[in-house]
């Protein structure tokens, strides 16, 4: 299969990440462990998550995603074999959001746990933090990448602006640069990438992963009607695609 290095960061991967939001929420752990198996059988062996997933579940707390993913780490070996990719910085409640330094070292030593590992290959900003400098946020992550717990750092829902800003503030620190972005897009949903994002991100080497890839389900074809809204837990987030 064929593999693309990540930006710069020297990490290779599928064209195809799969997305683990579902875990512990609509996939319960037998299901999730199934869909993983596939995976790994198929060679797609990139995994994205976060720490937030699934903390909207009434009862659930954030990690669900992250817990289920490290069971199946430890049973199945060969975790240098999988890429896995989480998040920092949405609200996991009180003194527990956003990309300062203590929040973001907090924050991986939980995932770490979570995921049954000692390392992250891509640690992601979930969304800006615009309270937080960015050379606060981009020195935390050095920290953690020269303590051998995260390979590559990449950013989530940042503005073409920010981006910049980050990068620049890592030319000029020194400090490690996000080699990738994740922003909305599909074929339904395009402008927000294409018009800024896109061409940015191929000048400066920056790897893109995108999320809602199916556009909440929409481009699946199962919602034909509104009607066909109500027969998954996701059919809202389609209603005005």
């Known amino acids: 299969m064929e593999h693309r290095e990540l930006g710069r960061s020297g ?19 037998v299901m999730s462990f199934r869909l993983l198996d596939a995976l790994a059988e198929a060679g797609l062996n990139a995994i994205d998550t976060a720490d937030a997933y ?19 780490l430890k049973q199945c070996g060969g975790r240098d074999k999988v890429i896995i990719a989480t998040k920092v910085g949405m ?13 973001i070292i907090a924050a991986c030593e939980e995932s770490l746990i979570r995921l049954q590992t000692d390392y992250i ?6 969304r800006d933090d615009e309270q ?38 890592s030319t000029t620190h020194g400090l ?8 909305h897009y599909n074929l339904m949903e395009r402008k927000i990438f294409e018009d800024e994002l896109a061409p940015f ?11 809602y890839g199916l556009a909440a389900g929409f481009l699946t074809g199962k919602y034909r009607s509104e009607a066909d809204l109500g027969k998954s837990q996701r059919g809202a987030g389609a209603k005005n695609t």
């Open 201 to 211: 991100c191929l000048e400066h080497d920056v790897g893109v992963i995108n999320y």
């Open 54 to 72: 699934s903390r909207w579940v009434p009862g659930h707390t954030g990690g669900e995603s992250e817990a289920i993913i490290g069971v199946w």
């Open 91 to 103: 609200d996991l409640g009180p003194g527990r959001n956003g990309l300062s330094k203590a929040r």
């Open 176 to 183: 490690p640069r996000y080699e990738s972005l994740q922003p």
């Open 132 to 169: 937080t400098p960015l050379e606060e946020t981009l020195e935390a992550f050095a920290g953690l990448i020269k303590a051998g717990k995260v390979r590559a750092i990449g950013a989530s829902n940042y503005s073409c602006d920010r981006l910049r800003q980050a990068l620049e503030v």
């Open 11 to 29: 990490i290779l991967l599928p064209p195809v990440m799969f997305g683990a939001n579902v875990f512990g929420w609509t996939a319960d752990a």
């Open 121 to 126: 290959d891509l640690y992601q900003a979930h």
